[in-house]
C-alpha cells in the first residue's frame, strides 16, 4: 500500500492532522493500535483555546463545539476565604470553550470516517522503517492479523506518550527535558450540574482542587493527591467532602451526584528535540507532555498539526520544503511557552508542605487577582498563543492595542 502522509495514532493530533490534510487535496492514511470504542471514550482533556476552537472549524468539525460547547470568559481564582474572577474578555478579548475531548475525538472520527479515507483500528506491530530517506515506511499487522507495509512519502508520528515514533529520532540529534512533579490530581467525572459558572481553580493548605465541568449537567472535578496515591482508598463520599472542602466559600455550596468515573493522573513535564527528523515528524504528545494545570495539552496537539498540515501540504504538493523545514522551531515556540504557563500554574497552585513555599504562592495568587497586568498575562496564557506560522505571539490580540 501507497500514501503521501502516513499517520501513527487516531488521538486530536492524528485525526486533526488528517483531516487537514485531506482538505488540501494530501492523501493519508491514520494507523491505531486502539478500538474505536476506546479511543472514544478516553476521558482526558477539556478545554479548547479559542485557536483550536478556530482549527476545529476551518478544519469542517466546529458545528458541534459550537453548539454544545460552553463558552467561558474567564475563570475563577481562589485561596481560602477568596473567590477572584478573572475575566478574560476584558484582559485579552479570547475565550475558551469546554468541551470534552472525547467530543472532539468522536466528531473527527465521523468525518474522517464520512470522506471515505482510510483509518484503521486496532492494528498491532506498528514500526516506522527508512525515515531518513525519502521512502519511509510503516509496517503493522491488520485487525484481521495480516502483515502489512505502508510506504509514504513522509510520516506523522502522533503517536502519544507511549508511542514508538520518537525513538526514531537517534540520541545524537535528539534532546529531552523532563520534570516530574511530587504530586498527582486524582479525577473525577459527576452527573451532576456544575456548581459555578466559570472553572474554579482553588488553593487550598490540603491541596488544590479545580472545578471544571463538560456539559450542562456533567461535571468533572480534581484533588491534588500524592503520585502513589491508592485510588481504591477514596471512596465517593471521601472525595466529595474533600472537595468541598477545598473549594469551601461562604454562601457558595458544591452539589453533589454519582461519580461516573475516577482516575488517577500523574503529572509531568517533557520536551523533545527536535520534532523533525528527516521524513518524520512529531505532533502532540509524541512530542511534549504538560501537566493539566494550564489546560493546554489538547490544545498544543491541535496547534502543531495546524503548523504541520500547512508544511505537509507544500512539502508533498508544491515540493515546497520551506514550512517543514521549519516547523520544528516554530512548533517548539509554542510548546516552550505552554510548558512554562503550564508549570507556572502547577507551582502557584499546588501545595508542597514548605511554609515559605505556601506564603509565595499566597502572594502570586493576590498579584494575579489585584494587577491587571499579571491577570493580562495568565489571561493571555490560558486562552493561548494565535497560531502563526513563525510562531510570532500576541502582537495585535490585545482588544485595545491599535
Ligand atoms: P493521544 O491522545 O495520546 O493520541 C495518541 C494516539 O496514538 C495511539 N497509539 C498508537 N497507535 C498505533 N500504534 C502504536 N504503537 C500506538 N501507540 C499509541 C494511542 O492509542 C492514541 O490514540 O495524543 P495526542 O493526539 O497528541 O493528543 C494529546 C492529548 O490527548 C493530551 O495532551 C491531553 O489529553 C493531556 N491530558 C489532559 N490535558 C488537559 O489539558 N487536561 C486534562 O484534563 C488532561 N487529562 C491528559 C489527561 C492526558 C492523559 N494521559 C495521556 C495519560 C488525562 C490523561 C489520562
Ligand atoms: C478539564 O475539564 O478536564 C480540565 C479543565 C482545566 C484544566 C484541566 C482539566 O486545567
Known sequence: MKTQVGIIGAGPAGLVLAQ????????SVVLEDRSRT?????????ILEQSTVDVLTEAGVGDRVHREGLRHDGIHLQ?????????????????????????VVKDLINARLATGHPLHFEVSDVALHDVETNRPRITYTDRDGVAQTLECLVIAGCDGSHGPSRDLIPSTVRHTWERTYPFAWLGILADVPPSTDE???????DGFALHSMRSPTVSRLYLQVRPDEDITSWSDDRIWSQLAHRLDLD????????????SVL????????????????????????????????????VSDVALLARALADLVVKKDGARADAYSENALRR??????FSWWMTSMLHTTGDDFDAQLQLSQLRYVATSRAAAASLAENYTGMPISDDGAGWSGSDPDHT
Not at 487537514?20 to 492523501?27: D, I, K, N, P, S
Not at 510548546?335 to 512554562?340: N, S, Y
Open 79 to 103: 485561596w481560602p476565604g477568596h473567590r477572584e474572577h478573572l475575566d478574560f474578555s476584558a484582559l485579552c478579548g479570547r475565550s475558551v470553550w469546554a468541551y470534552g475531548q472525547t467530543e
Open 335 to 340: 510548546v516552550w511557552r505552554a510548558t512554562h
Open 266 to 301: 500523574p503529572m509531568r513535564s517533557f520536551v523533545n528535540t527536535p520534532m523533525r527528523h528527516g521524513n518524520l515528524f512529531l505532533a502532540g504528545d509524541a512530542a511534549h507532555i504538560v501537566p493539566p494545570t494550564g489546560a493546554k495539552g489538547l490544545n498544543l496537539a
Open 38 to 46: 476506546y479511543v472514544e471514550a478516553r476521558i482526558r482533556a477539556g
Open 20 to 27: 487537514l490534510l485531506a482538505q488540501q487535496g494530501v492523501e
Open 199 to 205: 472553572l474554579i481553580y482553588a488553593w487550598h493548605p
Open 251 to 262: 454562601g457558595w455550596q458544591l452539589h453533589t451526584g454519582p461519580i461516573l468515573e475516577k
